[in-house]
Structure formats: structure tokens, C-alpha cells
């Protein structure tokens, strides 16, 4: 039901379990790739659309635009890569629990 989403989630956590010790330049670069593998998560409702998505399908939305949000931050200079690199992990492993929790 959510395997596009979870084929996301899991390409980003995967992306950043790779990353133990990284330049400043790569650590922007990576960044770079998650905000760009995360432009492709869809939007649990469509423009227009009266149907309410599932509580589970919208958290999930919400932490992965939460992820993308800080990954533009981290790049901009205002956060630290390692002081929220853990929080970016853990916010795409909550998602991914939700969405497979909800199959």
C-alpha cells in the first residue's frame, strides 16, 4: 500500500547509516541527496481532495517533511549535521514504522 514511500525512507536511512566521518563539503552534499530523495515522497491528499488520509500515512508525511526541512538547515548553516544526525535517522525510522505498522 505504501511501498513508494517506504522505498524512500529506506533509500535515505541506507544514505545516511554510510556516513561515519564526512567532509563538511560531503556532509552538504548528502544533505543535498536526501532533500532531493525526499521531493519524491507524494502528498497524502491531493489538492482538492475531501478524503482524510490515514493518521499513520499523514505522521509519516509530516516527519519526512520535518527531515527535509532540517536537511535545508543544516545546509543554510543554521544546525549542526552532527548534532541532528541522529534526529534525522530516527524521524525516517518512526516514519518507516508507521507506514509498516499500518499495512
Do not use: H
Amino acid at each position: 500500500m505504501y511501498s513508494k514511500q517506504i522505498d524512500i525512507l529506506i533509500a535515505c536511512i541506507e544514505m545516511l547509516s554510510e556516513t561515519p566521518a564526512l567532509t563538511t563539503a560531503k556532509k552538504t552534499e548528502l544533505m543535498q541527496t536526501v532533500i532531493d530523495t525526499l521531493s519524491k515522497y507524494p502528498k497524502p491528499t491531493e489538492k482538492g481532495d475531501t478524503k482524510e488520509p490515514e493518521r499513520a500515512e499523514l505522521a509519516a508525511f509530516l516527519l519526512t517533511s520535518t527531515v527535509r526541512n532540517t536537511a535545508k538547515l543544516i545546509i543554510l548553516g543554521y544546525m549542526e549535521f552532527d548534532k541532528e544526525f541522529l534526529r534525522l535517522v530516527g524521524k525516517l525510522d518512526w516514519a518507516l514504522s508507521l507506514l509498516t505498522q499500518s499495512e
